[in-house]
């Protein structure tokens, strides 16, 4: 099982700010927190990665509280092409690199 | 220029009749992943190589075997195709892999099953 939990589904309109949470209790000290973007019949896209504290690039923010436990990705104004589904991932606490994705959100944008 | 190339994009197989997927990195990237996604559904893990490592998820049906022979390539096999195996075959890979590094995607290669 995926360590993260997202809310399966948002809806926002566009030009909105929209952010989604994740749960990921059981993070490991040295894991990274990574979110992707994907869009019906093609591979997961990378948006943003941190590690704590803020991150923004030119996309997206990235909130991590002090604790780790959660994180949540800020998109500013979406548009109807942010419409996907995203996934935030963390490390499986192995050795050798093991990823698994959890169920992610799907985004619906609405004019 | 594509970093992660899947080929072919699209494949069509006969029930039972043995199909590979290939999967190649211009990245040098240690780790390399297979994942599988049907509709609607997250992608499911079903192995990844650490290196010359092979990890298998325990969940994965021994219908499916992987091969890399050097670090620039994989092979997905699936030796006897069932209905149930038509999905999107996703590869990544990631340079390191223990701390959750960035994952590089190729564009898959959707498979159907006749």
């Known amino acids: 099982l995926a360590k993260t939990t997202q809310p399966i589904s948002m809806d926002s309109y566009e030009g909105q700010e929209v952010n989604i949470t994740c749960s990921h209790n059981?993070?490991?000290?040295?894991?990274?927190i990574t979110w992707y973007q994907q869009f019906p019949s093609q591979g997961p896209r990378f948006i943003i990665q941190?590690?704590?504290t803020k991150v923004t690039n030119e996309v997206a923010s990235l909130f991590i509280p002090a604790d780790r436990k959660s994180s949540t990705l800020s998109l500013p104004r979406v548009s109807l092409s942010d419409t996907a589904v995203y996934y935030c991932?963390?490390?499986?606490?192995?050795?050798?690199?093991?990823?698994?994705f959890g169920q992610g959100t799907t985004l619906q944008v609405k004019p | 220029d594509a970093m992660v190339i899947q080929n072919p994009r699209y494949q069509v197989t006969q029930f039972g009749k043995p199909v590979t997927l290939s999967c190649s990195q211009t990245?040098?990237?240690?780790?390399m992943y297979w994942y599988q996604q049907k509709s609607s559904q997250a992608p499911k893990l079903l192995f990844h190589?650490?290196?010359?490592?092979?990890?298998n998820e325990a969940d994965t049906p021994d219908n499916f075997q992987s091969r890399r022979p050097n670090t620039s390539f994989c092979f997905l096999d699936i030796r006897s195709p069932g209905l149930g195996d038509a999905a999107m075959y996703l590869c990544a890979t990631s340079r390191e892999g223990p701390k959750g590094e960035k994952l590089f995607f190729g564009s898959g290669t959707q498979l159907s099953v006749l």
């Open positions: 990245l040098n990237h240690n780790v």
């Open positions: 190589y650490y290196d010359k490592d092979f990890n």
């Open positions: 941190g590690y704590k």
């Open positions: 991932l963390v490390g499986e606490g192995s050795n050798t690199g093991k990823l698994i």
């Open positions: 059981n993070i490991a000290t040295n894991d990274y």
